[in-house]
Nanobody
C-alpha cells in the first residue's frame, strides 16, 4: 500500500503563493504517475495537475494553467505543486494521488489508485 502525505496548505490572501508537497515512503515512488486533485464544498473533484514518472510530461487543467507548476524530486520521493497568483476559487482541499498503470494518460482520473488525506488551501479575497 502506497502512503501519500500532503503538506503546505494554509490560509493566504488572493495573489499569494503556496508550495504543496506530496511525500511518500514508497521506495519505488519514481515509478508512479502522480496527480494533484482538489475539491471544494459542493463541487466535484478536479484534477488540476499531473506529472509522469520521469517528470518529462505534465498536465494542467485550464483553471490553473499558467499559475500552478507541478514538479517532482524522485530522490526525495516528493512531488510538489507550486501555486501562484491564488484566487478565491482555488479554495479547496488538495489531495495527491498516484498510480503505476503503464500507458495510461496523466489526466485519466479513474486509474489513480492511491490517495493522500489532503491539505486545506483557503484563499481570502
Amino acid at each position: 500500500q502506497v502512503q501519500l502525505v500532503e503538506s503546505g496548505g494554509g490560509l493566504v490572501q488572493a495573489g499569494d503563493s503556496l508550495r504543496l508537497s506530496c511525500a511518500s515512503s514508497e521506495r519505488s515512488f519514481s515509478t508512479y504517475t502522480v496527480g494533484w486533485f482538489r475539491q471544494a464544498p459542493g463541487k466535484e473533484r478536479e484534477l488540476v495537475a499531473g506529472i509522469s514518472r520521469s517528470g518529462d510530461s505534465t498536465y494542467y487543467s485550464d483553471s490553473v494553467k499558467g499559475r500552478f507548476t507541478i514538479s517532482r524530486d524522485n530522490a526525495k520521493n516528493t512531488v510538489y505543486l507550486q501555486t501562484n497568483s491564488l484566487k478565491g476559487e482555488d479554495t479547496a482541499v488538495y489531495r495527491c494521488a498516484a498510480h503505476r498503470r503503464l500507458g495510461e494518460p496523466i489526466d485519466k482520473i479513474p486509474v489513480y489508485d492511491y490517495w493522500g488525506r489532503g491539505t486545506q488551501v483557503t484563499v481570502s479575497s
